[in-house]
């Protein structure tokens, strides 16, 4: 099991789908991709791949997973590994790019 790290953004992204009643299929569906990373990356319907336009602040690979797919402007979850060994930081949620 992964333990969840924020950036600043990734997390005032997840709290306002949390807090908006129109986000909430698309914040379970977040929330939910969430749940699975930490307890595996590589989960299938994550469908993780490396996102290679993005490094981490160490220069880490940066990969994307999905919360939402077959749906307009689908959400999904940026992430890296790190900043230690089991720890997962979550650097964006954002809608398809």
């Known amino acids: 099991m992964f333990e969840i790290y924020w950036t600043a953004p990734a ?15 698309r914040y379970k569906a977040v929330k939910k991709a969430i749940e699975l990373l930490a307890a595996n990356p590589r ?31 689908a959400y999904r979850v940026f992430w890296y590994y790190g900043p230690e060994k089991d720890h997962i930081t979550i650097i964006a949620i954002t809608p398809h790019p």
């Open 43 to 73: 989960h299938p319907s994550l469908e993780t791949h490396e996102f290679t336009s993005l490094k981490g602040p160490q220069g880490e690979k940066v990969f994307e997973a999905y919360a939402e797919n077959n749906t307009p402007a």
């Open 11 to 25: 997390r005032e992204t997840y709290l306002r789908l949390k807090k908006d009643p129109a986000q909430d299929k």
